[in-house]
């Protein structure tokens, strides 16, 4: 199964598996995914930076968010867009033992 890693780092390439790495516009490096996706689900992970340049342009029809319970004196945003609750249906929710997870879809 094809990888892309969205990153502005310069990493190690892992021998024998196929993963691009890659940074700048999503747009051209999404219509590759979704030909190799063969009309199946894209899965999109990472942080709420790489989850909102979806978001923007429209490319994110739904947003899984499994918490895990940490302690911080201060935070960012967890997704730094504005993904209002008015854009936000919750149809999903779930724990297993320390984890909840939360699915959305956007409208």
């Not at 899965?43 to 302690?71: H, K, N, R, S």
Request: charged share 15%; glycine share 10%; net charge negative.
């Amino acid at each position: 199964m094809p990888c892309w890693v969205f990153t502005h780092r310069e990493l190690p390439v892992v021998p024998d598996a196929n993963v691009s790495f890659v940074s700048g516009d999503i747009r051209a490096v999404y219509d590759q995914m979704k030909a190799a996706a063969e009309g199946r689900n894209l899965w999109v992970v990472g942080g709420g930076e790489l989850a909102g340049q979806f978001a923007d342009l429209g490319l994110l029809d739904e947003i899984i968010l499994t918490v895990a319970p940490v302690t911080l004196g201060a935070g960012a945003p967890l997704l730094p867009r504005r993904l209002t609750a008015a854009q936000l249906t919750l149809t999903n929710c779930s724990h297993d033992g320390t984890f909840a997870s939360f699915t959305y879809t956007l409208a």
